[in-house]
Structures are given as structure tokens and as C-alpha cells.
């Protein structure tokens, strides 16, 4: 046996000053930024059109007969065949002999047609009770790379699919989002920045009047605000590839609302900075348009994601089978009571001395996610943050796989991903990782739904005892 004379040393010894400086480039000033901005912006724009038409949009593929009646339309295939025989006016696909392919606004009528003369017993569209307001789902934590933005992704076109109709609001500057959805997005007057602005506006109308009449000088009323005084969430709200999704986008400086918000608040201490978005949504009748809302927040605790967890019914925390993640997250729920509970005790207190009742942040449900799953490593570590966090968790975890990898280098979600391209056992797998989120997502939506309905119909029957409400989720269906 022979040995080396000479122990390889590590790469970090020997390392020759000289050179090194020689490998460096001048001193970086500010401009240089700008210039590496400039190539990470054209470099973005050119990945992010991988996934584009070639008119510079993005499209939603087609959906084969396997998949519509696999995953969208509890049907057979032979009989979902004889139906669009019989049935010339309903959409027939396109494509030769039985392999047909259909658009998901084809998928859609075709729902609404089996929903009318189908089984009764068969889910055809999903449910929503008649007279109650869409749901608000927003996906938070601070900390970055947990899977945020593409849990959400995936779940606005989970929902899209089942048939629900979703508005997206990308409140996270990067845009992430906004890519994903294909959304084109100039300036910070394309975002939710005047949403807020217009909301802060209104309450320095409301201000001002009452100082006019106590002969006081008005609150300073600028340019930006009496623009934004003329915004519409309508203004901003822009269709996506997908037919029931829309969305309202993000860009980098929506950030600049981190610093306005504070500015305001500043200005006038009664305006309720965090109750923002939650107006808009309900003063221009969204909630009554679509059935989801969903919110994608930064990786921070700011005004933004204050402003989303304010107006949400369900939270929603993806995190990392990691010991870093577990600690952040719960770092996390540490900071979401201080701030609230902090807002909570301020407000009271005035409310108190004005006798009014108090007010108190409350969510329908909260689930944390464990993302990027390998179950091989991680299934301890899994373990014990189930444990720790207890009803909080999900019961799935999602699982990382190559076709999720395959898809987010396409800037696509993987319901956009044409199943050819896969074996089809690799195709089931990975589109499973986030069918089974949904189907956990879902379950929540729904219960939560439910429960509003219960007490719905027992404050209508308390208010009138001879009105009864018998509403099944059956009866109850709607073509979401």
C-alpha cells in the first residue's frame, strides 16, 4: 500500500494575495448597480417569456379528454363521449377521432351542463353559499425561499380549475406573482399602492371636513392623493391566461408604499392604516364578484403584509421541514401577536374613553405548510414541527418533485405543464403535490363557509322565527 507523502489541504490555505487583488475588478459605485438592474431586468423579461406565445402573451393550454374527466368532470370518458354527441351546441374539442382537447372556458360550460342534467349526487361545481362573501386567503411569512409565492400560484389555479373564480392581489414588489400569472404591470399605479392611497384620501376628506367645522387648518391634501382619489380597484384589476382568474399586479415600486404608509399614519393617527385593503375590498363590491381572494405578501412583516393579514379569513404559512424555518416561523407567529396585539390594545383603549365597543382581529382558520417535502430527510424533523404546532399544521406535506422543478424554470405552474412532455406516472405525482394541498385548502374553505352559513341562518331565524333555512351544500351549489 502506498500513501501520499502530501495531505491534500483545503481550498482556503495558500491563497496568494497578489492574485487576488489581480482578479478583482475597480472599486463598485452606484451607477454599477444600476447596470447589473438593467441586465437582471431584460434577463427576467426573456425567462419569464419562455412560457409565452409568440405574441409576447401568455396563453392557457388545452385539456385533454383524459384530464377533464380524470381531474375537472366526475365523469367516464365513454359517457362524457356520448354526451357531447348528443349534444352538438355544447363545445366538442378539437383534435381527430376521441383524443379531444378542450380550452377551460370549454370545461366551463360543459360544468354548468352536467351540473343541470348530471347526477345529482356528483360534485360538478364547486359549492358556495348563496349571499355570503368570497373568502380572503392570504399566504405569509417572513421568511423567503419557503415556497410562498408558488403555494399560492398553485392554489389560485387549484381553484381556478375546481371552478371557483379568483382574484389575485401580488403584494410582494418583486412581482413573482405577477410573472407567474403573466400580468404586465408599469408602474406602482398598476398595484394595490393607490388602493391604499385612495383609502387614506377619504379618511383626510372625512378629517378635514371636521376641522373645517372647528375653524381648524386642513390636513395637506396632494397630488398623489386626489389622483388616487380617482381610482377603482376595476382600474387595476387585469384578466389573466386564465379564463376565471384575474389579478391585481405588483412591481418594484410598490415597495415605495412601506415608506408612504407610515408617512400617512403619521399625519393623521386615527386613520386605521391596517383596515386598507380590507375597505376597498368591501366598498367596491369584490367580495361579491369572485369567491377567493387571494393575497401573496412579501417575505417581511410591513404595512403590505399588515394590511393582508388584516383583511384575510384564512392564513396560510409555508415553511421548510428545516430547524431554521421552524424557528422563523414561529418567530413569525410571535411577531403577528405583538403587532395585532398592539393594535388591539391601542384602538380599545380610545374606543374605551369613547364608548364605543371594542374591535379585535380574529381568522376563520390559520394552517402552516410544510413545503419542498423529502420525505427521506425531513420526515423527523416533519414530526416534530407537526407536533409543536399541533392544529395549526396541515396534514399533507408537499412534496418537492422534478416535474415542480421542470415547471417553475418555465415561470409556469404545473397545471400549465402539457402531461405529454412527462411519463405520464411522473405527470400524476407531481400534479398529486398540489391537488392535495388544495384539497386541504378546500376542506378549510368550505367548513369555514359552512359555519358562516349556520350562524347565518341562526341570527335570520332569531331575528324571524318563521323563516327556516334548510341549505344543504348540495342545494347550495353555485357556478363558481
Same mark, same amino acid.
Given at each position: ?6 495531505t ?6 495558500n ?24 441586465f ?16 409576447g ?8 379528454t383524459?384530464?377533464v ?20 351546441d355544447?363545445?366538442?374539442g ?9 380550452t377551460?372556458e370549454?370545461?366551463l360550460r ?10 345529482a ?9 348563496e ?27 387549484s ?33 394595490a &399602492?393607490?388602493? $391604499?392611497?385612495?383609502?387614506? =384620501?377619504q379618511?383626510?376628506?372625512? #378629517? !378635514?371636513?371636521?376641522r373645517?367645522?372647528? /375653524? +381648524?387648518?386642513?390636513?395637506p391634501?396632494?397630488?398623489?392623493l386626489?389622483?388616487?382619489?380617482q ?9 389573466t ?41 368591501e366598498d ?43 424557528d422563523?416561523?414561529?418567530?413569525? &407567529?410571535?411577531? $403577528?401577536?405583538?403587532?395585532? =396585539?398592539?393594535?388591539?390594545?391601542? #384602538? !380599545? ?5 369613547? /364608548? +364605543? ?7 376563520d ?60 406516472d ?8 398540489f ?5 386541504e ?40
Open positions: 500500500m502506498t500513501s501520499s507523502s502530501k491534500d489541504q483545503p481550498p482556503y490555505f491563497i496568494d494575495p497578489a492574485k487576488a487583488a489581480a482578479g478583482l475588478s475597480q472599486p463598485i459605485d452606484t451607477a454599477r448597480f444600476a447596470k447589473a438592474a438593467a437582471a431586468a431584460k434577463g427576467r423579461d426573456d425567462l419569464a417569456r419562455r412560457g409565452y406565445a409568440p405574441d402573451r401568455k396563453r392557457l393550454r388545452r385539456f385533454s383524459w384530464e374527466c380524470r381531474y375537472l368532470i366526475p365523469v367516464a370518458p365513454a359517457h362524457f363521449r356520448r354526451v357531447l354527441k348528443a349534444h352538438p355544447l363545445p366538442q378539437t383534435g381527430e377521432g376521441n383524443s379531444k382537447w378542450f377551460l370549454d370545461v360543459l360544468r354548468d351542463h352536467f351540473a343541470a342534467e348530471g347526477v349526487s356528483r360534485e360538478y361545481r364547486p359549492w358556495r353559499p349571499g355570503l362573501p368570497a373568502k380572503v386567503i392570504a399566504v405569509a411569512n417572513f421568511k423567503g425561499g419557503v415556497g410562498k409565492t408558488s403555494t399560492a400560484a398553485h392554489l389560485a389555479m381553484a381556478a380549475l375546481d371552478g371557483y373564480r379568483v382574484l389575485v392581489i401580488d403584494l410582494d414588489s418583486q412581482g413573482s406573482m405577477t410573472s407567474i400569472m403573466g400580468g404586465q404591470v408599469s408602474d406602482e399605479w398598476q398595484t &399602492f393607490p388602493l $391604499l392611497a385612495k383609502d387614506y =384620501a379618511h383626510v376628506e372625512a #378629517e !378635514n371636513r371636521v373645517e367645522a372647528e /375653524g +381648524l387648518s386642513p390636513l391634501f396632494d397630488e398623489t386626489s389622483e388616487a382619489r381610482v377603482s380597484a376595476r382600474d387595476i384589476i387585469q384578466p391566461h386564465w379564463p376565471n382568474i384575474d389579478l391585481i399586479g405588483a412591481q418594484l415600486n410598490l415597495y415605495w408604499a412601506e415608506f408612504q404608509v407610515p408617512v400617512w399614519r403619521m399625519q393623521l393617527r386615527s386613520w386605521p392604516l391596517w383596515d386598507a385593503l380590507t375597505s376597498c375590498l367596491e363590491n369584490l367580495l361579491n364578484e369572485y369567491d377567493i381572494v387571494l393575497l401573496d405578501t412579501p417575505p417581511a412583516l410591513g404595512y403590505l403584509t399588515i394590511n393582508a393579514l388584516a383583511a384575510a379569513d384564512i392564513l396560510l404559512v409555508p415553511l421548510g421541514a428545516s430547524f431554521l424555518e421552524f422563523s416561523t414561529g418567530r413569525f &407567529f410571535d411577531m $403577528l401577536y405583538s403587532t395585532f =396585539a398592539s393594535i388591539e390594545d391601542g #384602538e !380599545n383603549a380610545a374606543r374605551r374613553r369613547d /364608548g +364605543l365597543p371594542e374591535m379585535r382581529f380574529e381568522w382558520a390559520v394552517r402552516a405548510l410544510v413545503t419542498r417535502f423529502d420525505a427521506n430527510q425531513q420526515t423527523d424533523l416533519a414530526n416534530v414541527i407537526q407536533a409543536y404546532f399541533g392544529d395549526f399544521m396541515t396534514t399533507y406535506r408537499q412534496e418537492f418533485t422534478a416535474m415542480v422543478g421542470q415547471a417553475g424554470e418555465q415561470v409556469n405552474g404545473i397545471y400549465e405543464a402539457d402531461y405529454r412532455e412527462y411519463n405520464r411522473t405527470y400524476v405525482r407531481g400534479r398529486e403535490t391537488d392535495r394541498t388544495w384539497a385548502v378546500k376542506e378549510v374553505l368550505l367548513g369555514t363557509w359552512w359555519r358562516d352559513q349556520q350562524m347565518a341562518n341562526a341570527e335570520a331565524e332569531a331575528t324571524d322565527p318563521t323563516q327556516t333555512t334548510q341549505d344543504t351544500p348540495t342545494e347550495d351549489r353555485t357556478n363558481g
